[in-house]
């Protein structure tokens, strides 16, 4: 064969490959501006924009967390949002906008997250979270309290349960697990056969330690909103994506977007590895709503019913159709069974 036939050839190869890689990302481009022409319910829904008193809160560890207090000042107790992972307080933006009329809000940025400052690799556990929690009560909620944590958030109050027991009962007087769970993570079968699962958990956690170490390069690509992003996160972040608003998605993927990946990086290993299941022995006696939806892959519904079964009395509520982001994909339902437990919380503290 002569060269210049083998050149020829290898430019057909060559431009067969870059034609069905343009003709994918057209076909990607295409259904994402479908989906964008589609209903939006939430298009006027002013996402991100609530805002608080900002009050800053100093950890013992000397940092300075962002926090917001919203609602009346005089209102009996004080509900406060622990956010979730690569979130920020801003994904609590349903229940704020429902309840700060009747209720005392604390919304604050976990470490590293949303404008939080960073912290050194060492700092970044679940017990700190939990510190930081504590911080957060001190400085913000010094009466009666109801806490309310999504994913990450849920493990916080399940570490300040392990480290402050005294707290609940007469000062913490309600506790809201959403979408979260005790531990084990690392066998969530991610909705695959469970071989497929094992050696995902095997390559995930290897590949974002590596995304951490070259951060700066990762984030140049990051900074720049994708279709792939777009997508991935409507199809696995929500219950139902052919109904959640591209608005909604957008919101979240940035404020994920916005996570470092270092910060994802240095909390993923640590989030494998949480087990607080002996803590919730603390929460017996006080009212306690776990809630999960029902197509909920990331911390699913059997993480949920197994807290259920070690809180006695807790009330377990999953939301059909729903996936991780419950609290922003179905916020009527959850708002509802925060203020049921906001009820219970207010009579047991009249009691």
């Not at 300040?160 to 707290?167: F, G, M, Q, S, V």
């Not at 590596?210 to 409507?234: M, W, Y």
């Not at 070690?310 to 982001?325: C, D, F, I, N, Q």
Request: glycine residues 10%; aromatic residues 4%.
């Amino acid at each position: 064969m002569t060269t210049r036939r083998r050149v020829g050839i290898a430019g057909a190869i060559v431009g067969a490959a870059s034609a069905g890689v343009a003709a994918a990302a057209l076909a990607k481009r295409y259904a994402v501006g479908r989906i964008r022409l589609g209903p939006d319910p939430e298009a006027n829904e002013p996402l991100g924009e609530l805002r608080g008193r900002p009050t800053p809160v100093t950890t013992s560890d000397g940092l300075e967390l962002y926090a917001e207090v919203d609602g009346p000042e005089d209102a009996p107790l004080t509900v406060v949002f622990c956010h979730g992972y690569t979130l920020n307080l801003d994904s609590w933006h349903y229940q704020r906008r429902d309840l700060k009329e009747t209720d005392r809000l604390v919304l604050w940025d976990q470490r590293c997250h949303g404008r939080s400052p960073r912290c050194a690799k060492e700092h970044c556990t679940v017990d700190r979270l939990g510190e930081d929690l504590y911080d957060v009560l001190q400085q913000l909620a010094p009466g009666p309290v109801v806490l309310v944590g999504h994913s990450m958030g849920g493990m916080t109050i399940m570490a300040l349960a392990d480290r402050h027991p005294e707290l609940f009962g007469e000062r913490i007087r309600g506790v809201a697990l959403v979408s979260t769970s005790a531990g084990k993570l690392a066998e969530v079968t991610l909705g695959l056969p469970a071989l497929l699962a094992k050696m995902v958990h095997r390559t995930v956690r290897p590949t974002v330690a590596v995304l951490g170490r070259g951060s700066a390069l990762v984030e140049r690509g990051r900074q720049v909103g994708t279709d792939v992003a777009f997508l991935s996160l409507r199809h696995l972040g929500f219950g139902d994506p052919r109904n959640v608003s591209p608005t909604l998605v957008d919101f979240v993927e940035v404020m994920i977007r916005s996570t470092p990946m270092d910060v994802i990086a240095d909390f993923y290993p640590l989030l494998m590895s949480h087990d607080k299941l002996a803590a919730l022995d603390v929460l017996d006696g006080v009212p306690t709503t776990i809630l999960v939806g029902e197509k909920d892959w990331l911390t699913p519904p059997d993480h949920s019913k197994a807290m259920a079964e070690a809180v006695a009395g807790s009330t377990l509520v999953t939301v059909p159709g729903s996936s991780h982001l419950v609290q922003l994909e179905h916020p009527g339902i959850v708002n509802e069974a925060l203020r049921e437990l906001i009820r219970r919380a207010a009579r047991q503290g009249a009691a």
